[in-house]
């Protein structure tokens, strides 16, 4: 696992439907609690159970600006525990956990693997 200093960067998650192809853009919708993603990967509405990515992310790609966050449906950060992230900014990827009924499937990236939100 990468030392990136915890004074300038998140462990944050990301929970996915099946259907996503992980290596494009991951998104703005993060969360640091790794429970809520796993909630969102098995979201019943999506097919299949989904994948939970867990990246660090720099605390200044946070993103702030009013205007952004609600065209993007990001409404109430307290409930969801989110942390959105600016559109473009760098995940540094270090594991990527495959959900499936019947056994999970973790695989860690040491070192991350850079992916852009």
């Known amino acids: 696992m990468s030392n990136l200093s915890p004074k ?8 996915l439907s099946s259907t996503t192809n992980v290596k494009k853009p991951l ?11 796993v909630g969102f990967a098995r979201n ?16 200044k790609s946070r993103e702030t600006r009013s205007d952004v966050l609600q065209k993007n449906q990001v409404y109430d950060e307290y409930w ?25 499937r973790t695989r860690t990236y040491n070192p991350p693997r850079k992916w852009k939100a």
């Open 8 to 15: 300038q960067f998140h462990t944050l998650y990301r929970g």
């Open 27 to 37: 998104g703005m919708h993060w969360t640091d609690d790794p429970e809520r993603a």
């Open 44 to 59: 019943p509405i999506r097919r299949g159970a989904g994948v939970v990515i867990e990246g660090q992310v720099a605390k």
């Open 80 to 104: 969801e525990n989110e942390v959105p992230i600016k559109k473009g900014s760098t995940v540094h990827v270090t594991a990527v956990t495959k959900l499936s009924d019947k056994r999970d």
